[in-house]
């Protein structure tokens, strides 16, 4: 699995170092079709490898489950894995929810802005308000 792990993140790599070179060297149409065509082959063939990959190796990890879910029966401590899914679950769900409420002021000010100078547009703004409620 450390493979895989390694290949995805050259993969990154390789991306974030394109796009920093492109920014500083842009180049022109011709050259960046010549240059940018196998390179686009070679992150398609890594991301399909991959793939094959983890649907590969995935599988004897899955096979290899009930004999660790009997191993670890009495056992009810949280691993530092764990926590770190927990960790990976709260800070999307919190940082989604704070950029959900700082849209809601801009949002209502505007509605309240449209409302007063059309009384007719109150119920298309309160959808778009309605909306970044619901999220938040």
């Known amino acids: 699995m450390s493979i895989i792990v390694t290949l ?3 993969a990154l790599l390789g991306l974030i170092a394109t796009g920093i070179f492109l920014h500083y ?3 022109d149409a011709a050259r960046v079709r010549r240059v940018f065509k196998p390179t686009i082959a070679g992150n398609i063939a890594l991301f399909f490898g991959a793939q ?3 649907a590969f190796i995935g599988v004897s990890d ?3 489950a009930p004999a660790v879910e009997g191993a670890m029966a009495g056992t009810s401590e949280i ?7 927990f960790i990976g679950i709260a800070l999307p769900t919190a940082l ?3 950029a959900a409420g ?6 209502g000010a505007a509605s309240l802005a449209a409302v007063s100078e059309k009384p007719e547009m109150f119920g298309r703004t309160l959808v778009y308000l ?4 619901g999220i938040a």
């Open 102 to 107: 700082i849209a809601v002021g801009p949002i």
């Open 62 to 64: 899955v096979l290899a």
């Open 25 to 27: 060297h842009p180049l």
């Open 96 to 98: 989604s929810t704070i």
């Open 8 to 10: 995805l993140s050259c």
């Open 52 to 54: 094959l990959a983890v």
């Open 130 to 133: 309605g909306l970044a409620e």
């Open 79 to 85: 691993s530092i894995g764990m926590g770190l899914a």
